[in-house]
T-cell receptor
Framework: DAGITQSPRYKITETGRQVTLMCHQT?????MFWYRQDLGHGLRLIYY???????DKGEVPDGYVVSRSKTENFPLTLESATRSQTSVYFC????????????FGPGTRLTVL | AQKVTQAQTEISVVEKEDVTLDCVYE???????LFWYKQPPSGELVFLIR??????QNEISGRYSWNFQKSTSSFNFTITASQVVDSAVYFC????????????FGTGTSLTVIP
């Protein structure tokens, strides 16, 4: 199906473990983004990518790693998960210019015990 | 710096009432874009509208309308004759020309429409 998908939708892990959240879009959008949503903070940008092999930090990048070897995929890795990384993670994509509206995936709810 | 403030954390209205959600922004950019998104209880984020800084015309889409006023740095959202399906969290967001790839979201307003 066309659109933007995230996997897994739910994940429970333990402190110190590595976790990778997947994001896939079928629109061939240049820009992709990772946000985390926490109560009282709205959505905060973790990392974004303007094209394959081009990534940049957002507002809250510490503890996260991203890569973008293919235009359609933008995985987010928590190298050593901490409880403060318990959150809902949203992936988004947008078209040619970063000023366009962003289209969001369904989110991944991550719990770090 | 870019900043979006949604001072109303939670609003409750009775069905068929009108409700306005406030959004105030700060930016040094002369070219910028403002957005509204809806997050229903199911959790997905749904794009509602985009407005650029050069277009101050109000926008109406069915029961939804938006009032953009550069003089007060506000981009308010009004729902007319609210319905239970309007219950959701609404986010206002800003992106600026100089930080064009980054969205800055407000903390959201949770709207509950009581039948």
């Amino acid at each position: 199906d066309a659109g933007i998908t995230q996997s897994p939708r739910y994940k429970i892990t333990e402190t110190g473990r590595q976790v990778t959240l997947m994001c896939h879009q079928t629109w061939s959008h240049s820009y992709m983004f990772w946000y985390r949503q926490d109560l009282g903070h709205g959505l905060r940008l973790i990392y974004y990518s303007a094209a394959a092999d081009i990534t940049d930090k957002g507002e809250v990048p510490d503890g996260y790693v991203v890569s973008r070897s293919k235009t359609e995929n933008f995985p987010l890795t928590l190298e050593s998960a901490t409880r403060s990384q318990t959150s809902v993670y949203f992936c988004a994509s947008s078209g040619l210019a970063g000023y366009n509206e962003q289209f969001f995936g369904p989110g991944t709810r991550l719990t770090v015990l | 710096a870019q900043k979006v403030t949604q001072a109303q954390t939670e609003i409750s209205v009775v069905e068929k009432e009108d409700v306005t959600l406030d959004c105030v922004y700060e930016t040094r950019d002369t070219t910028y874009y403002l957005f509204w998104y809806k997050q229903p209880p199911s959790g997905e984020l749904v794009f509602l509208i985009r407005r650029n800084s050069f277009d101050e015309q109000n926008e109406i889409s069915g029961r939804y309308s938006w009032n953009f006023q550069k003089s007060t740095s506000s981009f308010n959202f009004t729902i007319t004759a609210s319905q239970v399906v309007d219950s959701a969290v609404y986010f206002c967001a800003l992106s600026g020309f100089e930080t064009g790839n980054q969205f800055y979201f407000g903390t959201g307003t949770s709207l509950t429409v009581i039948p």
